[in-house]
C-alpha cells in the first residue's frame, strides 16, 4: 500500500532557529516528491518538486533533501520567520497515472 | 498566469439546498482535480479529469456531480448534502501525468447547516 509518513505532527520553534521535517515514503513506482506549504484555510503553494536523481533542492530559506534508497526527504527551513507558520504537506506521485499519495502534514508554529 | 481561481471562498447551504463551486485556470492544463480536506488532515482527492473527460471518481457519493465544461473550467455541483460534508474543497490543475507541478486554488470553505 502506498503511504506517505511525515514527522513531527507539530512543531513549535522560535523566530529566527532553523528546523528539519522529515517524510517517509512507500510509493512505488516512485515519479516525483514534493513538499507543499499550506496556510490556514489557504489552498497548499508548492515549495519544491524532486525527482529521483535529485539530492537537493533549495527554494529561499527552504532545502529539501531526498534519499530515494532509503525513501526518505527532509525539509530543512533556515532563519524560521513568523510567516513560515503553516502546514508543511510532503506529497508523492507515482509514475504514470495522476495519483498523488499525501503525507498527513506537519503543523509548524513559529513563535517571536 | 500560475493562478487557479474558485469561487465562492466562502459558502453556507442546508441539506435541501442546491449550489455549485466554480474552478478556473488559464495554464493550458488539460488535467483538473478536485480535493476535499477536513481541519487538520491532508487533501482527499474526489474527482479527476483529464481531458475534459472524468477519469478518476473517487466513490464519491452522488451528491457531488462534477462538471468539465471545457479545458479552462471546473465545477461542482452540490445537492442533498450532509453537514459531515462541509469542509474546505480545494480545486488543482496541472499537466496530465503530473511529472510537473499541481497548482492549487485558495478552496471553498464550505458549511452545510
Known amino acids: 500500500k502506498n503511504q506517505v509518513e511525515q514527522s513531527p505532527q507539530s512543531l513549535i520553534i522560535l523566530e529566527g532557529k532553523n528546523c528539519t521535517l522529515q517524510?517517509?515514503?512507500?510509493?512505488?513506482?516512485?515519479?516525483?516528491l514534493r513538499w507543499y506549504k499550506q496556510d490556514t484555510g489557504r489552498g497548499p503553494v508548492s515549495l519544491t518538486i524532486m525527482t529521483f536523481s535529485e539530492n537537493t533542492k533549495s527554494n529561499g530559506r527552504y532545502t529539501a533533501t531526498l534519499d530515494a534508497d532509503t525513501k526518505q526527504s527532509s525539509l530543512h527551513i533556515t532563519a524560521s520567520q513568523l510567516s513560515d507558520s503553516a502546514s508543511y504537506i510532503c506529497?508523492?506521485?507515482?509514475?504514470?497515472?495522476?495519483?498523488?499519495?499525501f503525507g498527513g502534514g506537519t503543523r509548524l508554529m513559529v513563535k517571536p | 498566469d500560475t493562478e487557479v481561481t474558485q469561487t465562492p471562498k466562502h459558502l453556507v447551504m442546508g441539506m435541501t439546498n442546491k449550489k455549485s463551486l466554480k474552478c478556473e485556470q488559464h495554464?493550458?492544463?488539460?488535467?483538473m482535480y478536485w480535493y476535499k480536506q477536513k481541519a487538520k488532515k491532508p487533501p482527499e482527492l474526489m474527482f479527476v479529469y483529464s481531458y475534459e473527460k472524468l477519469s478518476i471518481n473517487e466513490s464519491v457519493p452522488s451528491r457531488f456531480s462534477p462538471e468539465c465544461p471545457n479545458s479552462s473550467l471546473l465545477n461542482l455541483h452540490l445537492h442533498a448534502l450532509q453537514p459531515e460534508d462541509s469542509a474546505l474543497y480545494l480545486c488543482a490543475s496541472s499537466h496530465p501525468g503530473l511529472s510537473g507541478e499541481l497548482f492549487f486554488g485558495e478552496g471553498s470553505r464550505l458549511t452545510v447547516l
Open positions: 506529497v508523492v506521485s507515482v509514475r504514470a497515472g495522476n495519483m498523488l499519495t
Open positions: 517524510c517517509n515514503y512507500t510509493v512505488s513506482p516512485f515519479s516525483n
Open positions: 495554464m493550458g492544463h488539460r488535467a
